[in-house]
């Protein structure tokens, strides 16, 4: 909490100032739960905040042998889960992993999001695209408030997912050809964004503000689908509805190599 000090921090948290120091100096070990959640009370952090905390503890609590290292998030989905996507013809859908890597979208998230797939690399990284593609600026209405977001469930996945190499060569990536995400990293934000609003300007049918909810897919641990609505009778109703019309000729599923 800002303006306290560690000697209030710990008496709120119900510990000794010497123990506080110590977790701070990053010697978790042997932790408590009792006593994160009397820390977390004591600093007021919020559940993304918490649960970040619990995770690096965890992580600190496990070491870091290779027995104990995080499986590697996945970079596809079942034929069956596909399937499912596809019948939801009438909104975008796009799947992602923590590391924000495109997993799976049917074919009207592939047009909505058409202008990250320009970049032929695989898999396509929302974070990549944001901090490393001119286009991204123009394609998010609030390109700055996207950038902290981004950052922020990075940072969520780097505490949950610490031995995810994929992970470290993407935060190594974007810190070394991006002063922005080097300052935003260095802030330590961690966030979910699970609902919300995103305003983009699609090239194809312009402005569009949608509402977005995020769902964990239960059966693909990792896994997050994102689906986009408009508000009826709106005018990004009709954008989206021009959309779903433009990609209807080739509605079938789109690959995600």
Do not use: C
Not at 103 to 127: K, W, Y
Not at 216 to 232: C, H, N, R, V
């Amino acid at each position: 909490m800002p303006g306290l000090r560690r000697e209030e921090v710990a008496l709120l948290a119900g510990m000794s100032t010497e123990y506080y120091i110590r977790l701070e100096r990053g010697n978790a070990s042997g932790v408590s739960e009792s006593v994160l959640g009397g820390v977390s009370r004591a600093l007021q952090l919020e559940d993304a905040e918490r649960s970040h905390l619990f995770d690096l503890v965890r992580t600190a609590n496990v070491g870091t042998s290779p027995t104990h290292r995080a499986a590697a998030r996945k970079a596809q989905i079942r034929a069956s889960l596909q399937q499912t996507i596809d019948a939801m013809s009438t909104v975008p859908v796009f799947v992602q992993n923590g590391r924000l890597d495109a997993v799976a979208t049917n074919a009207l998230g592939h047009a909505l999001f058409s202008e990250m797939f320009i970049d032929p690399r695989r898999p396509m990284n929302a974070a990549r695209f944001v901090f490393l593609d001119p286009r991204a600026q123009l394609f998010y209405v609030d390109w700055e408030g996207n950038t902290r977001q981004i950052v922020a469930i990075l940072r969520r996945e780097a505490g949950r997912n610490p031995y995810d190499k994929n992970l470290t060569d993407l935060v190594g990536e974007l810190s070394t050809q991006s002063e922005l995400f080097r300052k935003l990293w260095s802030a330590h934000d961690v966030r979910e964004h699970r609902a919300g609003i995103k305003r983009i300007h699609h090239p194809v049918v312009g402005d569009l503000e949608l509402t977005f909810e995020t769902l964990d897919i239960k059966s693909e641990q990792g896994l997050q689908m994102l689906i986009f609505t408009a508000e009826p009778g709106s005018a990004s109703n009709d954008g989206l509805q021009l959309l779903a019309n433009w990609v209807a000729p080739k509605s079938e599923s789109v690959p995600l190599p």
